[in-house]
């Protein structure tokens, strides 16, 4: 099993800046994509940015420009650097890693932290 655990969520007025962190531990082989992901109230749960294990970045529309994901490989850590926060990216932010396990044989499973509150103030 793999658990994941968020950090760095909180309240901050818009225009500033949230770091978040996922550390990943358990018995894996190896940690290969990691993401973050948001629901806010109402809403379905959306992809924000994702970080392949090759080194590959993608964004949300929503977010380019202002967040930055980044990993630590050596410590199984995700970031995301959230600078010119806006309202509207008040949400529960998740972090999620596509990790190589071995249950019966070898395979690749998803798993979600149980997220972090983050809430832009206007």
């Known amino acids: 099993q793999v658990q994941l655990v968020e950090s760095g969520g909180g309240l901050v007025q818009a225009g500033g800046s949230l770091r978040l962190s996922c550390v990943a531990s358990?018995?894996?082989?190896?940690?290969?994509?990691m993401s973050w992901y948001r629901q806010a109230p109402g809403k379905q749960r959306e992809l924000v940015a994702r970080?392949?294990?090759?080194?590959?970045?993608n964004y949300a529309d929503s977010v380019k420009g202002r967040f930055t994901i980044s990993r630590d490989n050596a410590k199984n850590t995700v970031y995301l650097q959230m600078d010119s926060l806006k309202p509207e990216d008040t949400a529960v932010y998740y972090c999620?890693?596509?990790?190589?396990?071995?249950?019966?044989?070898?395979?690749?499973?998803?798993?979600w932290g149980q997220g972090t509150q983050v809430t832009v103030s206007s």
């Open positions: 999620n890693a596509a990790a190589t396990v071995v249950l019966l044989y070898i395979r690749e499973v998803e798993y």
């Open positions: 358990g018995n894996f082989v190896r940690i290969n994509g």
């Open positions: 970080s392949t294990s090759g080194g590959s970045t």
